[in-house]
């Protein structure tokens, strides 16, 4: 069965620094997609980014950047210049056929 | 355009009584999707519908019911409420379920208490 962990429950970050959110994913398929999505206080869920597994090249959304590396089944979110609007929970999700799995979240405190 | 909308957005339930969620989406999505979020277990997927008159159940569909009335709206029932149902619903569309890049984009959630 494939599960999504992530080992970080809270993580802070000083504005305009950089901070790495981690994520892990166990799966015996070749051929999936992986994604970041933000869910601010409002609790809507917000797509920050998204990974081909296919693709070698690590995806970037302006700030935001993933770390990917397929053989370790690893998929980390670097946000750079950290942003007091970037506080939120982040969830990471893995999506085979019809099912999106996520893990269980990581809470980004941003201090000024 | 609305995307994905949710009602209610907050609603207190008697342990035994019933509801119905309701979800509606206006991006001519294909598929939909309903979900429960509790404290520190991350989204959990209870049933979802990949095309109009197909439905199926996901991780945690016991307790509920779903209807896809037609391409736009996808309905939840609890036929009996449980104090374990308490928990935050988001319902989701996609346009076409399968794997690929394909954004499931989210309404604003349904907060229920069963007391």
């Given at each position: 069965a494939q599960t999504v962990t992530q080992s970080q429950p809270e993580m802070s970050v000083q504005e305009a620094e950089t901070v790495t959110l981690s994520c892990t994913y166990d799966t015996s398929e070749s051929d999936y997609y992986l994604f970041w999505y933000k869910q601010p206080p409002s609790r809507q869920m917000i797509l920050v980014i998204r990974q081909e597994a296919y693709k070698q090249q690590n995806a970037t959304e302006n700030r935001f950047s993933v770390n990917f590396q397929k053989a370790a089944k690893s998929f980390s979110l670097k946000i750079s210049d950290?942003?007091?609007?970037?506080?939120a929970m982040y969830f990471c999700a893995y999506r085979f056929t019809d099912k999106l799995i996520f893990g269980t979240g990581t809470r980004l405190q941003v201090f000024p | 355009n609305a995307g994905v909308t949710q009602t209610p957005k907050f609603q207190v339930l008697k342990t035994g009584q019933s509801m119905t969620l309701q979800c509606a989406q206006?991006?001519?999505?294909?598929s939909m999707y309903w979900y429960r979020q509790d404290p520190g277990m991350g989204l959990r997927l209870i049933y979802y519908s990949a095309s109009e008159g197909t439905t199926d159940k996901g991780e945690v569909p016991n307790g509920y019911n779903v209807s896809r009335?037609?391409?736009?709206e996808f309905s939840l029932r609890l036929e009996s409420a449980a104090p374990s149902q308490t928990s935050v619903y988001f319902c989701a569309s996609s346009v076409i379920s399968g794997t690929g890049p394909y954004e499931q984009y989210f309404g604003p959630g349904t907060r229920l208490t069963v007391t």
């Amino acid at each position: 069965a494939q599960t999504v962990t992530q080992s970080q429950p809270e993580m802070s970050v000083q504005e305009a620094e950089t901070v790495t959110l981690s994520c892990t994913y166990d799966t015996s398929e070749s051929d999936y997609y992986l994604f970041w999505y933000k869910q601010p206080p409002s609790r809507q869920m917000i797509l920050v980014i998204r990974q081909e597994a296919y693709k070698q090249q690590n995806a970037t959304e302006n700030r935001f950047s993933v770390n990917f590396q397929k053989a370790a089944k690893s998929f980390s979110l670097k946000i750079s210049d950290s942003q007091l609007g970037d506080a939120a929970m982040y969830f990471c999700a893995y999506r085979f056929t019809d099912k999106l799995i996520f893990g269980t979240g990581t809470r980004l405190q941003v201090f000024p | 355009n609305a995307g994905v909308t949710q009602t209610p957005k907050f609603q207190v339930l008697k342990t035994g009584q019933s509801m119905t969620l309701q979800c509606a989406q206006d991006m001519n999505h294909n598929s939909m999707y309903w979900y429960r979020q509790d404290p520190g277990m991350g989204l959990r997927l209870i049933y979802y519908s990949a095309s109009e008159g197909t439905t199926d159940k996901g991780e945690v569909p016991n307790g509920y019911n779903v209807s896809r009335l037609n391409k736009r709206e996808f309905s939840l029932r609890l036929e009996s409420a449980a104090p374990s149902q308490t928990s935050v619903y988001f319902c989701a569309s996609s346009v076409i379920s399968g794997t690929g890049p394909y954004e499931q984009y989210f309404g604003p959630g349904t907060r229920l208490t069963v007391t």
